[in-house]
């Protein structure tokens, strides 16, 4: 992109980008990365790699959706560093209390809640999404994050794998033990399934 | 061999990631057939995906329910550490 020579070169104004699109870059990191420091952190950091390539912005978009390009690669960058202190629970291990569906061995058969999952005409969408939440908050953060990247997103499996340098049996153990996870902890609240829209 | 709840779970959450082989597709129906906690396990996964993906406005909230915003300390320690690094050059 040498455009240097264009003289109605689009202009750009980093002074203004943290009031202009502050806001919506950290509501797009802190709802994967969950973790407020990080999702202001992955905000600093789009803004400092963006000045450092502002000569390649060709102006062929908007402003915003060009950071938002950088925002989405620096969350994904934020989520690989998570991956390297507990690198070694990475060898999906055979079992784990984590990946029952159902908190408990001896009762879970009879856990009538899951199976009966409640039609949730009745629940308030907003206090599905905050329980939602609440739940999700509670994943180990790296699992939450992938989770998210996998299902809001829905960036495929084989990029996330690249992505994140793990391999495809890693990944789905992550995204079992995510839904496994969110389910226990949902369960009897509501059927999403049923959700109202 | 029949297989646990436990393995069929994971197999279902594996459904989601790639096409099971045939052999195991029937063993998953099997016991779904038989398993209402495991049939309630395939639909709230799916269902799970569904809201996600139809609700992403619920996600973008703080945990007061307001939509998430930058807070004023981060705001000014961004655009401070952005100033410095415009005046650096």
């Known amino acids: 992109m040498a455009a240097d020579d264009h003289a109605d070169r689009p202009v750009i104004d980093p002074a203004a980008w943290v009031d202009r699109h502050g806001d919506r870059l950290y509501r797009y990191a802190v709802t994967r990365l969950r973790s407020p420091e990080a999702a202001e952190e992955v905000v600093q950091e789009t803004f400092l790699a963006a000045l450092q390539s502002a000569h390649q912005y ?12 950088i925002c989405k690669r620096k969350v994904v960058d934020c989520v690989r560093r998570w991956q390297r202190p507990d690198a070694a629970s990475d060898s999906p291990p055979p079992a784990d209390p984590a990946d029952a569906i159902i908190d408990g061995g001896s009762n879970w058969r009879n856990d009538r809640k899951l199976a009966d999952a409640q039609p949730s005409a009745n629940v308030e969408r907003a206090e599905f999404w905050a329980a939602f939440r609440r739940c999700l908050d509670r994943l180990p953060k790296r699992q939450a994050a992938v989770f998210m990247l996998r299902e809001l997103d829905k960036i495929e499996s084989d990029t996330i794998c690249k992505d994140l340098n793990i391999s495809s049996s890693n990944l789905w153990v992550l995204l079992h033990r995510a839904r496994a996870g969110l389910t226990r902890c949902l369960k009897g609240f509501f059927d999403p399934l049923e959700m109202p829209q | 061999m029949m297989r ?11 459904s989601m990631e790639h096409k099971l082989t045939l052999g195991q597709r029937i063993e998953v129906w099997i016991h779904l057939s038989m398993c209402r906690l495991c049939a309630g396990f395939a639909r709230m996964i799916k269902g799970l995906r569904q809201a996600i993906r139809q609700g992403a406005d619920g996600l973008a909230l703080d945990a007061s329910g307001q939509p998430a915003k930058l807070s004023g300390d981060a705001r000014a320690r961004i655009e401070e550490t952005l100033r410095r690094r415009l005046e650096g050059g």
């Not at chain 1, 060709?58 to 390009?69: D, H, V």
């Not at chain 2, 646990?4 to 594996?14: K, N, P, Y």
């Open chain 1, 58 to 69: 060709a102006g062929t978009g908007a402003e915003g959706a060009w950071l938002m390009g």
């Open chain 2, 4 to 14: 646990s709840c436990e393995e069929i779970a994971r197999l279902l959450s594996e």
